[in-house]
């Protein structure tokens, strides 16, 4: 069983988004949207083999976990255990404010997470030759709380013109879901 986080959209009690997430430019596309729509596509794919699959959030349902960013975060990260999750997978979009900057990103914190990480961030990598690979990294902003293999993707970089252009097209969002999707796999068949 797999416990998948779309990044951001919780709301607080007065139905005010809390952590809400990176957008592309004033006007593009969400963190949260594309988030929750790659989720939603790997929860598929994935079930479609039989897998069980559990989602932190959901289109109607933006469950809320905490009052802040990092309370909310670590709640996901508590259902996750609670949940004994076999792999608790975090997706987001990157954001930076050097516009140049671009490329997916693969995140684990603890050593017992790197496989998992280094399955995904092959299958993004062989999916998407033509974009900057900027590797698989140790970060503890992952989720020092999870007790399972647990890693965080960044798909892409919102604030890079091309690649937030690319975030927002449906048909690029099912690639990404197809190659993380794959990457799980891969890492369960060994
Ligand atoms: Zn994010």
Request: aromatic share 8%; proline share 2%; hydrophobic share 40%.
């Amino acid at each position: 069983m797999l416990v998948l986080d779309p990044g951001h959209a919780v709301k607080n009690e007065a139905g005010k988004i809390i952590n809400a997430g990176a957008q592309a430019s004033r006007r593009g596309v969400l963190e949260r949207d594309v988030a929750l729509h790659v989720a939603d596509t790997i929860a598929s794919l994935l079930e479609a083999q039989g897998a069980k699959v559990v989602m932190t959030r959901t289109r109607t349902n933006p469950w809320r976990y905490g009052f802040t960013s990092q309370a909310d975060n670590r709640g996901r990260a508590i259902l996750a255990n609670m949940m004994r999750a076999d792999a608790y997978i975090r997706i987001h979009c990157d954001w930076n404010r050097d516009r140049r900057f671009q490329g997916f990103t693969t995140y684990f914190y603890r050593w017992g997470s790197r496989e998992l990480a280094e399955n995904i961030h092959q299958s993004l990598a062989n999916t998407f030759p033509g974009h900057r690979d900027n590797g698989v990294k140790r970060r503890s902003f992952v989720s020092a709380s999870a007790h399972m293999p647990a890693v965080l993707v960044e798909l892409g970089v919102l604030s890079n013109k091309m690649e937030g252009k690319e975030l927002s097209e449906d048909t690029h969002q099912s690639h990404l879901a197809m190659a993380v999707a794959e990457g799980i796999t891969n890492y369960f068949a060994k």
